[in-house]
């Protein structure tokens, strides 16, 4: 098995910092809309907040996991980093290992977006009752 060289986890870095700064402001966006439509909610009682409310709940547990994966894959890219001088096979196994906890990571944030799409529908449909694409 060839030698890990430092490049490989290397590249790795700016992309698992981009995408969790991507997590966090998502992150901040979803607990502002949850406060706001919570006090809407109070207010009126409405079914469709409701809606929007238990799909803001899932949402945000996709971002949470989102954002542990994200941290797992970065710690592993940088135990990938350490071991490289001193354990080749611990290198490829951890470097493969934050792969892994990146793609499941992305998964995640896949699954958060097609939620995002869901509360745009309910949005949209809560405007435009008539509207065919629910």
């Known amino acids: 098995m060839d030698t890990l060289s430092y ?14 700064l991507a997590f966090t402001n998502r992150f901040l966006g979803l607990s502002s809309l949850t406060r ?4 809407k ?29 994200g941290i797992l894959s970065m710690t592993f890219c940088t ?23 990146m793609l499941t ?3 995640f944030s896949l699954l958060e977006i097609r939620l995002s799409v869901r509360a745009l529908e309910l949005e949209i449909h809560a405007v435009f009752p008539w509207d065919s694409s629910r």
């Not at 350490?82 to 080749?88: G, H, K, M, P, V």
């Open 36 to 39: 706001q439509l919570l006090d």
């Open 79 to 101: 135990a990938s980093i350490l071991f490289i001088a001193i354990w080749n096979i611990g290198a490829w196994i951890c470097f493969g290992l934050s792969l892994f906890a």
């Open 7 to 20: 490049n490989a986890p290397g590249i790795l870095f700016p992309a698992i910092s981009l995408l969790m």
């Open 41 to 69: 909610y109070r207010e009126s009682q409405d079914s469709n907040i409701e809606a929007q409310v238990r799909n803001l709940v899932i949402r945000i547990s996709h971002i949470r996991f989102s954002q542990t994966f």
């Open 105 to 107: 990571s992305l998964v």
